[in-house]
T-cell receptor, first 110, second 115 residues
Framework: EDQVTQSPEALRLQEGESSSLNCSYT??????LFWYRQDPGKGPEFLFT???AGEEKEKERLKATLTKKESFLHITAPKPEDSATYLC???????????FGSGTQLTVLP | DGGITQSPKYLFRKEGQNVTLSCEQN?????MYWYRQDPGQGLRLIYY???????QKGDIAEGYSVSREKKESFPLTVTSAQKNPTAFYLC??????????????FGSGTQLSVL
């Protein structure tokens, strides 16, 4: 059974204070690891897909990295508009659908 | 603009009542999904459909039913058999190649509460 654990559950940063969110996973044959951003009362919005260890992807202040056991979402010099819940999801080789983590709620203070 | 439309935004259910949540997409996607989100928990899959007139149960299908009569539409009915229906319900779609590892496009959700 695929499993995803995200940490921390909540993170408060000052504007400009860089940090990382963690997504640890257990799957049988990773087919894809996904990062989504979710604003309160809205549906998740796709950010990145990573497929193999060593892969990295960037978008504005966000950078996602992948190892064989975990993924990190690095946030560089965050702004208040980066405040949201960040969700990680994996699809393993034997699973037909995604398994989601419970998310990290990020608050960036001005 | 292409996207997924869920309605209503808020829904209240009385004891013993069935309610239906609407989901429409104009992305020309083959696959559609229903997820349930509870506070502090990850999204859990209720039902999914990869093609018209066909759908499969997800991890928590008990107390729910769906139909897929049109490519664009995938309504979810929360039946009276679902004893704890209060949650945020999300509809999603993907291109549906059947290969998996496809990114999902989500609607804006329906918050269902019990009166």
């Amino acid at each position: 059974e695929d499993q995803v654990t995200q940490s921390p559950e909540a993170l408060r940063l000052q504007e400009g204070e860089s940090s990382s969110l963690n997504c640890s996973y257990t799957v049988s044959g990773l087919r894809g690891l996904f990062w989504y951003r979710q604003d309160p009362g809205k549906g998740p919005e796709f950010l990145f897909t990573l497929y193999s260890a060593g892969e990295e992807k960037e978008k504005e202040r966000l950078k996602a990295t992948l190892t064989k056991k975990e993924s990190f979402l690095h946030i560089t010099a965050p702004k208040p508009e980066d405040s949201a819940t960040y969700l990680c999801a994996v699809q393993g080789g034997s699973a037909r659908q995604l398994t989601f983590g419970s998310g990290t709620q990020l608050t960036v203070l001005p | 603009d292409g996207g997924i439309t869920q309605s209503p935004k808020y829904l209240f259910r009385k004891e013993g009542q069935n309610v239906t949540l609407s989901c429409e997409q104009n992305l020309n996607h083959d696959a559609m999904y229903w997820y349930r989100q509870d506070p502090g928990q990850g999204l859990r899959l209720i039902y999914y459909s990869q093609i018209v007139n066909d759908f499969q149960k997800g991890d928590i299908a008990e107390g729910y039913s769906v139909s897929r009569e049109k490519k664009e539409s995938f309504p979810l009915t929360v039946t009276s058999a679902q004893k704890n229906p209060t949650a945020f319900y999300l509809c999603a779609s993907s291109i549906g190649t059947g290969q998996g590892n496809e990114k999902l496009f989500f609607g804006s959700g329906t918050q269902l509460s019990v009166l």
